[in-house]
């Protein structure tokens, strides 16, 4: 592949460049450093402008909350797994507050009852509108004068801040002990240790403070002015618009050198993308198959996701239930016994683990179709893998029960529960899990070692090492940040697992897989697939990386971060349309492919991984609808000021999460059964009906809940500020509650019409598993 291909239309100089895999390796590098060396830049950043947690006192020196203080309530804040139930700095659950805009609020209002009592008492009379309105005014600017002391490292708080932190104790205090009711959130005794309370209270005041007060050197905040609150005189600063503007001109600049490379692209024949393509996989391909060994061992990898994709499911649905208080109204009450933080860290965690469980099968399972040989030693190592998983997925639902419940007093971040969302497990089972992740990568390198070729780097198996092995790397970021690091700091090491996971090299990997697939059903070339992981490759690189910055447009990062973020987390929807337009081609490629051979043949001679293509098709749609429409409406930072922290962040998780994560896992789950079940054991219609179960209940949960929800979430905060958007009296009450409700209509058809058959099948096929090849002394 290192050499030029000469192609009909290759005269242009553009076109031959793209066409030469001995160009690629200077754009990848020059993309690769510029993307690490943003981040690094964020990070330095991140590290340099953090805001303060320092000592408060008041004006009289006296102690009202110590530094100390503020991290021991971060802690309680992560050891009883919080973040599950609501968010600090928009980031966490939607359906508790927004513990920042909540702090921030109360102590407005709260600073501006204590200036009216004075006003009061040294004017015998409350104050008018007019005297009430200069209170107003008068505590917006105390709240963001900066009293910070570098010096000696203390924040002086006046007395009117002084009252907010008391009353804002005493709020918490109720929150969890007097207010706490059965069948919500929080159950009564759940937090019931004072000081905990007071040091939780004393952490959301320290997050209103970082929320309003103005950062050293500039007219805003250190969080932008976020949240929006015009109440605390928190409204949109400068740079917030102006930056929105220039990621709009940086968007269509990028959409439109995509679009002139694809076009550029349409000048090649289809027979050129089909010329190296293998014979369309038909049912006589698939029923004349034998699977080797180890591929055969990959099934329990797959019985086993689409079990705790079950139980996944039911403890999102369980969530909801907790949300409306469903199960009340038949007596049962669960809120004690599985809290909502319990039942949704399940929720969000499972999803990671059957999702991942699928990929690690599908790419073992693919080993030696691209090598042509199984590697001696194989089925061993992919045994212990199995075995490490699960007790890796079985460790994690009980720690995160146990950390939150108060079972593992101090060990709480080790064995149980961090409370970081989407960063649930314990540190013993992180660990685990890089070693789960390291030892896949060994699998995937020693199997596609025999498929190495000289000057050839960019084929396929080289690919799925590379994507692998970055996956590894990537998760030792998630070991950085302890419970008591800053949480400004803390959560840019969590969003760099989050985010370049996902945005960057779980993108790269799902592309190599689908590609692959695509291949090996002989619907495409592998040279056109590589070529489009390549482009694909640089873009995700290049806005993926530097695109984690739209993250930290409100967690007290500077300008620059928000200038970056505002980019290129508009460019990251580039290489969706891209993929949309070549995923749509080569559908079009297999589905006249297919016609051809249906038309006038033979059973045998049609094609044999039709429900394997539907699901293919559903990723298509769902990455240019849920990752790429749903997020782009949010990116901006003039848009996502108001919109950080609602149910528009939740659909576009959503749809994105399970519509191309998901259904590219069931995609590559069902090939490889496909070829390791017998024609018997196969249940064509039973997954089609499972396919568009998930799908059109997905689609009703978007266009029933999601969505709406978040708009009209949207309105109220525009109307009042994210403060009320998050409150109880808004999220348990009105059109948002009625809304939840019809969520279960979809979510419903989803696990009844979709996850059941799907896991009906796969226990039901255990029995049907073709028998392996005799191995040749290859192990």
Known sequence: ????????????????????????WLPLLVIFLISAGGVMFIGHQTYQDAPPIADMVDEGGTLIISGEAIRDGQSVFLRYGLMEYGSMFGDGGGRGPDFTAEALHRAAKSMQAHHARAWEQQHGQPPGEREQRMIVADVQQELKKDRYDPGNQRITLTPAQVHAVNDLREHNLRRF??????????????????????????????????????????????????????????VPSAPVMWWSVIGILGFILGLGITMYYHGQLDKLSTAYYAEDAAPLMTKAHVDAYQPTPTQRATYKFFLAAFLVFLVQVLSGALTIAEFTDFLQFAGIDLSSLIPLVVSRSWHLMLALYWISACWIGCSIFLLPLLAGTEVRGQLRLVNTLFGLLLVLVAGTILGTYAGPMGLLHDAWA????????????????????????????????????PAFRKGRPWALPNWLVYSTVSISVLLLSGFVAGPRTNFVIADFWRWAVIHMWVEAFFEVFTTIVAGYLLVRMGLVGQRSVVRVIYLATLLFLGSGLLGISHNFYWNAKPVATMALGSVFSTLQVVPLVLLTLEAWRFS?????????????ADEADSFGQAEVFLFLLA?????????????????????????????LTVNHAHAALFGVYGNLSIAGALFCCRLLLSGSAWNGKLLRTSFWSLNIGLSMMVVMDLLPAGLVQLKSVLEHGLWYARSEVFITGGLFASLTWLRGLGATLFILGGVAPLCYFILRSTSGRRSPQVPDATG
């Not at 919500?184 to 209270?201: C, M, Q, R, V, Y």
């Not at 970081?420 to 995937?444: H, N, P, S």
């Not at 079009?588 to 006038?600: D, V």
């Open 588 to 600: 079009r490629m297999g589905r006249s492919g297919a016609t051809r051979l249906r038309n006038g």
């Open 177 to 234: 002990t007097t207010e706490a009711r059965a069948g919500s959130f929080p159950p009564p005794g759940f937090i019931s240790d004072p000081n905990e309370l007071k040091a939780l209270s004393d952490f959301f005041f320290w997050g209103g403070w970082v929320c309003v007060t103005e950062r050293p050197g500039a007219t805003y905040s250190y969080t932008h002015n976020w949240p929006y609150d015009p109440e605390a005189g928190n």
């Open 1 to 24: 592949m290192s050499a030029p291909e000469q192609h009909p239309h290759d005269e242009r100089t553009v076109l031959r460049y793209l066409m030469t895999p001995r160009n690629w």
């Open 414 to 449: 080790l064995l149980g529960h961090q409370g970081w969302e989407f960063v649930e497990l314990g540190r013993v089972m992180q660990v685990l899990l890089l070693i789960v992740l390291v030892l896949w990568a060994v699998i995937v390198h020693r199997g596609c070692k």
């Open 619 to 647: 990723v298509n749609f769902w990455n240019f609808m849920g990752a790429g429409v749903l997020g782009l409406i949010i990116n901006l930072p003039a848009i996502n000021y108001y919109e950080h922290g609602t149910y």
